[in-house]
């Protein structure tokens, strides 16, 4: 269970309803100025590098509303990538249909036993936003809506989307139905990579033929940045939008997924909470797609793609021993790093975390991994990178012996065995010098006297 699941549904409602009157904190990274978007949450990202650019109360609980239609079309699209589906098979619709739907929610008048394809329904849930249409594609997939709700919730901790929690398959308000910003941009980002999803979402409109139980249906996308055919109005198309989805409740407020490409980037944009294109029949200018279409915007106008560490350049140098030919090796990244960063920021101001040892010992080989270096800037990391030797250096057998016997007569029992042994040497040639001297004196006061006769007479 994800961190607030245990909460009971009013007080969760609470926390998300006060949130919604709660001033936005926004974060971003150094750029031109940037006003907060009026909206409860909201973040941008690369979606090319899955890099943030701006966050604002992103990781705040908030109520999907029918961006939540991005997971069921994720997880049949990717039942259709695996062969466990075509979007051309015939489906006939179940007694199911409506569960879970309440007055209000947006449909497309599927009945009980209509037959319409797999694409028919994928582009009733994603470009007009039928709720029964996601009922209908759950039971497809996964035999039932409980056990698809179940793959939903598995998908999403796959994605590492850890604090959402879904309870069915459309985004109908349920007060244990809740996500993220961070999240919902985590979702976009995995299905905007499947081709069949990203065509749906970024069409304007789409025909659904006649079927058995309904005449042709003409369906028209609710996001105003790709058709302004809900709104009337061009003022809010965005030239560059490719997507993705729009979400309205009451308790939810107006929320929508955007993605844009432009001059071969592409951006993803969440806004949650926002305001309305038109309250009592006035156009609001800072509205959820006004402010969407801002945040996308600002990501293509104020970031660039730049390196912050280059593969060829030298980080630093290690003392190394035992080689004939050099002392030192100079170390240099395996590989080059690059983020996506403010136009003004130069990426020298990046704070360096050089890991190396203090020396080294010959052999090296060239490419060898020495150690490390760890960029950051203003407390956020991007990215950790080993550091290689550029140069082999050879070992000297000579130097290699010499530093061997130095080693082996650098050892505390050898110092302890030579001074035994030194004492042992001076004990012995004491003793020799003492009891020597003592054995010499002895044989010499023991020897016989000579007496010689001083008698000169004659003999006969």
């Known amino acids: 269970m994800k961190k607030y699941r245990s909460l009971p549904p009013f007080f969760l409602a609470l926390v998300l309803a006060l949130s919604l009157f709660t001033p936005a904190l926004a974060v971003s990274s150094p750029g031109e100025a940037f006003s907060p978007v009026n909206a409860a949450s909201a973040i941008l990202i690369d979606a090319d590098y899955d890099e943030v650019l701006y966050e604002q109360a992103a990781d705040e609980l908030r109520y999907p509303a029918s961006i939540t239609k991005v997971m069921t079309g994720l997880l049949t699209v990717e039942a259709v990538d695996r062969g466990e589906l075509s979007l051309d098979a015939q489906v006939t619709l179940g007694d199911t249909l409506y569960t879970g739907i309440g007055e209000g929610g947006s449909t497309q008048d599927l009945k009980p036993g209509e037959i319409l394809t797999v694409?028919?329904?994928l582009n009733c849930a994603l470009i007009p936003s039928a709720n029964e249409a996601c009922n209908a594609l759950a039971v497809v997939v996964a035999g039932s809506i409980p056990a698809f709700v179940d793959l939903m919730n598995q998908r999403a901790a796959e994605l590492g989307m850890d604090n959402t929690h879904f309870v069915n398959t459309h985004?109908?308000?349920?007060?244990?139905?809740?996500t993220?910003?961070?999240d919902i941009s985590r979702m976009c980002l995995e299905a905007m990579k499947h081709p069949d999803f990203r065509e749906i979402v970024s069409s304007v409109s789409y025909t659904v033929p006649a079927t058995n139980l309904h005449a042709q249906r003409e369906l028209h996308d609710t996001n105003a940045l790709v058709s302004n055919f809900r709104t009337g109005s061009t003022g809010l198309l965005y030239r560059y939008a490719i997507g993705i989805k729009t979400g309205s409740t009451p308790e939810a407020g107006y929320c929508l997924a955007s993605a844009a490409e432009k001059n071969g980037r592409t951006m993803i944009a969440v806004v949650l909470g926002g305001e309305n294109w038109r309250v009592k029949g006035v156009d609001v200018e800072n509205n959820y797609f006004t402010e969407s279409k801002r945040l996308l915007e600002y990501g293509f106008n104020s970031f660039s793609r730049k390196e912050v560490l280059?593969?060829?350049d030298p980080v630093g140098t290690i003392p190394v021993s035992l080689c004939a030919e050099q002392d030192y090796v100079t170390v240099q990244p395996a590989l080059g790093l690059e983020a996506t960063l403010p136009n003004d920021l130069d990426p020298a101001v990046f704070d360096r975390q050089v890991t190396l040892p203090e020396t080294l010992e010959a052999p090296i080989a060239?490419?060898?991994v020495l150690g490390s270096i760890a960029l950051s800037y203003e407390g956020k990391d991007y990215g950790t990178v080993d550091l290689v030797a550029t140069t082999a250096l050879e070992r000297s057998q000579f130097l290699y012996v010499l530093d061997q016997v130095q080693r082996f007569f650098g050892h505390l029992w050898v110092?302890?065995?030579?001074?035994?042994?030194?004492v042992l040497i001076l004990i012995l040639v004491v003793r020799h010098l003492v009891f020597g001297s003592s054995r010499r004196n002895r044989r010499g006061g023991s020897a016989p006297?000579?007496?010689?006769s001083s008698y000169r007479g004659k003999r006969r």
């Open 310 to 312: 280059s593969p060829i």
């Open 366 to 368: 060239k490419g060898q």
């Open 119 to 121: 694409r028919d329904l």
């Open 415 to 422: 110092k302890i065995a030579l001074l035994a042994l030194v």
């Open 180 to 182: 993220t910003a961070r």
């Open 449 to 452: 006297k000579v007496y010689r």
């Open 171 to 178: 985004g109908y308000h349920d007060d244990s139905h809740y």
